[in-house]
């Protein structure tokens, strides 16, 4: 069974920077054909693509993300980790990560994690 499990700060200051991680368990990283996923929604939006790790070890950001975001991986613990630099409230959301198939199919998600950004 593929389990995925988000931790990291609830509560980052603005202009700081938000660091998650996201433990995989059940499945590794460099799988072939898999993609590791950061996905946010705030509350009362849809949802938001942020990036992917693939299994090959290289990242994929969202244009309008992109300056700010890194996404890099720790194959040795299974765990992937999202950075957004010089957050605002605006990056006040639940954060998800996900693991991706090939034509941009979720078959497992973490739970999520709130993270809210504020003075």
């Known amino acids: 069974q593929v389990q995925l499990q988000e931790s990291g ?6 202009s700081q920077t ?4 996201c433990t995989v368990s059940g499945a ?12 946010r929604q705030p509350s009362g939006k849809g ?3 942020i990036g992917y790790i693939a299994y090959s070890g290289s990242p994929y950001y969202s ?3 992109k300056s700010r975001t890194s996404i890099s991986r720790d194959t040795s613990k299974n765990q992937f ?3 957004l630099t010089s957050v605002t ?3 006040t959301a639940v954060y998800y990560c996900a693991r991706m198939a090939g034509g941009w199919t979720y078959d497992y998600w973490g739970q ?8």
């Open 28 to 39: 590794s990283l460099t799988t072939n054909n898999y993609y590791w996923s950061w996905i």
């Open 18 to 21: 938000l660091s998650l991680t």
């Open 63 to 65: 244009p309008s993300l």
């Open 81 to 83: 980790t999202l950075q």
């Open 112 to 119: 999520g994690t709130q993270v809210t950004v504020s003075s």
């Open 9 to 14: 700060p609830g509560l980052v200051k603005p």
């Open 47 to 49: 949802l938001e693509w």
């Open 89 to 91: 409230p605006e990056d």
